[in-house]
């Protein structure tokens, strides 16, 4: 069973900084992981894309956070970072990471528990 472990969130001041890291576990090889991405959902708003990474390196940003935050991932881990700079209390919201995995052939995305970051002003 595949299962994604996020950690990182938390309670930070306007300007300040957090790194997420979400790990995947269970019987897959790196090499079956492909896009990695980081979501987010505030109350009342629909879930939307933060960032996004390929497996080979190229990435994809929200309007919204572009020169802020760096996505990452250490393929031998099975691990995607989300380092944020320079937060903003607007960027206070629930975030999931999600990963497309390939078992038996059959490619899906997973997702994470969720975990909460709050920018305070």
């Known amino acids: 069973q595949v299962q994604l472990v996020e950690s990182g969130g938390g309670l930070v001041q306007a300007g300040g900084s957090l790194r997420l890291s979400c790990a995947a576990s269970?019987?897959?090889?790196?090499?079956?992981?492909?896009?990695m991405g980081w979501y987010r959902q505030a109350p009342g708003n629909q879930r939307e894309l933060v960032a996004a990474?390929?497996?080979?390196?190229?990435?994809n940003y929200a309007d919204s956070v572009k020169g802020r935050f760096t996505i990452f991932r250490d393929n031998a881990k099975k691990t995607v970072y989300l380092q944020m700079n320079s937060l903003k209390p607007e960027d206070t919201a629930v975030y999931y990471c999600q990963a497309s995995i390939a078992i038996s052939g059959v490619s899906r995305d997973h997702w994470g528990q969720g975990t909460q970051v709050t920018v305070s002003s």
């Open positions: 990474i390929s497996s080979g390196g190229s990435t």
């Open positions: 269970g019987r897959i090889f790196s090499s079956s992981i492909s896009d």
